[in-house]
């Protein structure tokens, strides 16, 4: 592992579980286990729930009367409109309207905004704006995230933490569990009703302990990081920079995807101008060179990242990442293919280093709970 400024206040607990800690964010993250395996992880999210060390995300906080101006200069979306306890999905553009980061903008307070991003430039795009402004932005490497995601993770909260069944989706509350302070946000990258729980670094060890051990009988078992993979692949959620072209350049032109590209453009608050490659943005429609997509694969055996996707013998796209559900039962995974296969039922073929040729059919994204239905259930 690379030298990382951030520390994890759960890498004991992580390397008893067989983590290396791998970097990521400048933290060291348990993006793999020894025990356990992902198939079982991912079958307790769908099923039960899980409980993921997320702390890898970046947290900024930025307080004062131009926070929101910074904010709204610096992201897609209209944070007039989002009010305390309340957040909202948002993406950052360059100046030529490409995507370099997205993030959730938590409403803290009237004139406070924590900002929680991953690999992007969101901390230099944020910073760029502050200067000279009514607003103080600093990084917050103690707060630590702990996501419990699956469908009985609001049946373990609720045991402590009064009002949780009635947080709806995108909202979050400053509370106690344990004793300890925490704000817990219905949030999470899964696709399932889930939770984040935002805890000081020196209480995360004990949250996570109780809620393992007082969780085991319903099931709820420690994640890792890349467990997620097949949890984001069949509920459409991107990861920077592993769909986008920083990882599968152009040959011909520089890098950078567009929202209308990624399938993202609905982070853009509707009529908003002024932020950061918004005529860019608004110009690119309709220019789109290819779609995020997805495949139906044929079979149970899956393409590596980078996997070809051929059509009449002719590389036309890549896969980004695939997954088997030993739940659903479906091979699928997300793709960058040409904009005239963006449609239901084009017949292609995946050219996989290990496992052959597969054949795949484009179907349109999420493939698992296609109406949100369970992430936002309610009671």
């Known amino acids: 592992m690379t030298n990382s400024w951030r520390f994890s206040m759960l890498a004991d607990r992580h390397r008893a579980l067989g983590s290396q800690l791998e970097d990521w964010n400048g933290m060291g993250t348990a993006w793999s286990y020894t025990s356990g395996d992902p ?65 959730v903008i938590y409403r803290t307070g009237p004139n406070a905004f924590m900002v929680v991003h991953g690999a992007g430039a969101g901390h230099e795009q944020l910073a760029a704006y502050t200067n000279g402004r009514d607003v103080a932005m600093r990084t917050d490497d103690n707060l630590h995230d702990l996501s419990l995601q699956g469908p009985l993770a609001v049946d373990y909260l609720a045991k402590h933490v009064p009002g949780i069944r009635d947080l709806p989706y995108f909202a979050h509350m400053q509370t106690s569990l344990f004793g ?139 896969v980004t990442q695939a997954m088997y559900s030993p739940l659903n039962k479906w091979n699928v995974a997300i793709a960058r293919l040409p904009v005239d296969c963006a449609n239901e039922g084009t017949k292609l073929t995946v050219n996989c280093a290990t496992h052959g040729e597969i054949a795949a059919t484009t179907a349109p994204m999420p493939f698992f709970d296609p109406d949100k239905k369970r992430r936002t259930a309610k009671g």
């Open 39 to 103: 198939d079982t992880e991912y079958m307790a999210i769908r099923t039960k729930a899980g409980l993921m060390d997320v702390s890898g995300l970046k947290k900024l906080h930025l307080v004062g009367s131009a926070a929101s101006h910074v904010i709204e200069r610096a992201t897609t979306r209209n944070v007039e409109k989002l009010m305390p306890g309340r957040s909202v999905y948002a993406c950052m553009l360059n100046d030529g309207g490409k995507f370099i980061d997205d993030c």
């Open 180 to 318: 300890k302070p925490v704000m817990i946000s219905r949030t999470g990258y899964t696709g399932e009703r889930g939770y984040e729980i935002f805890v000081r670094g020196q209480d995360a060890g004990e949250v996570w302990d109780r809620i393992l051990e007082e969780g085991k009988e319903m099931g709820i078992i420690p994640c890792r990081f890349t467990t997620l993979d097949l949890l984001r692949t069949e509920s459409y959620l991107l990861f920077y920079p592993y769909d986008n072209s920083d990882a599968y350049p152009f040959d011909d032109q520089p890098g950078g995807d567009t929202l209308w590209e990624l399938g993202l453009d609905f982070t853009v608050s509707p009529g908003k101008t002024g932020f950061r490659g918004a005529d860019e943005h608004y110009r690119l429609k309709g220019k789109e060179r290819f779609k995020i997509w997805g495949l139906k694969l044929e079979g149970d055996k899956v393409p590596g990242n980078g996997a070809p996707v051929m059509r009449d013998g002719k590389q036309v796209g890549v």
